[in-house]
């Protein structure tokens, strides 16, 4: 099975010497498909810049991140813009809802920037609130939500386009298979057994704090 995903000595650096940071430091390994991937790290750790490296919300310093054996640290214009759509789900920290949106509309927004049918775009939003169990607040505004509730309305964001690798940032300590309020390691599986995506192959990677979990059987290192 050939990976999905390829990190090759990826830097990030901040600064110049002698007051240099060394965010990433040639870092290098590859995911595969269907695997979940948790990167351990103590705040400042270097956790979200690897991921905004990969999402390309930052450049790297040097180093290749390759999706399918195609680079895309060398990607511009179109072809970034259609990584960065269709290809990568990011599951902001601080969920990045649009106040003045709906949870139904801020769900559907990219499927409504990429022209996707009103039908089609029902199914996907019908099968993902419920699988979410966020039905009952779709027609509320990001304000009368409470935090679970945003970071479900955030997740259905980022899954509803189907992308080939989800990026949510957690910021809590797993001790079972499930994050607090939310059980982001069961999304995968759990759509591929329901039918809900087409894509069986899809990669989640989560950066959390003083934590290392990495699937296909699902191991822990936690406090």
Do not use: W
Not at 20 to 27: E, F, K, N, S, V
Not at 123 to 131: F, H, I, M, N, S
Not at 148 to 162: E, M, N, P, V, Y
Not at 164 to 169: A, D, K, M
């Amino acid at each position: 099975m050939e990976p999905i995903l390829e990190i090759a000595a990826l830097k990030k650096y901040y600064g110049k010497e002698p007051n240099l940071t060394r965010a990433l430091d040639g870092i290098s390994f590859q995911v595969m498909p269907g695997e979940f991937l948790g990167i351990m790290g103590s705040s400042g750790s270097g956790k979200s810049t690897l991921l905004n490296c990969i999402a390309t919300v930052i450049a790297p310093s040097s180093g290749a991140v390759a999706l399918h054996d195609k680079c895309i640290t060398t990607l511009h214009g179109k072809a970034l813009a259609d990584y960065r759509s269709k290809e990568i789900g990011y599951l902001f920290q601080n969920f990045e809802l649009i106040d003045n949106l709906t949870g139904r509309e801020n769900i559907l927004l990219p499927l409504a920037l990429h022209g996707v049918s009103e039908g089609e775009s029902r199914e996907r939003l019908t099968k993902l609130a419920d699988y979410l169990e966020v039905t009952d607040v779709l027609d509320k505004f990001p304000a009368q939500m409470s935090g679970g509730q945003k970071q479900r309305i955030a997740a259905a964001r980022a899954l509803i386009l189907d992308p080939e690798i989800v990026l949510p940032l957690i910021k809590h300590v797993l001790r079972t298979r499930k994050v607090r309020g939310f059980d982001i390691c069961e999304i995968s599986p759990r759509f591929d057994q329901d039918n809900t995506t087409a894509n069986l192959g899809a990669v989640i990677i989560f950066a959390v704090i003083n934590t290392l979990c990495r699937m296909n059987g699902l191991e822990y290192a936690a406090e």
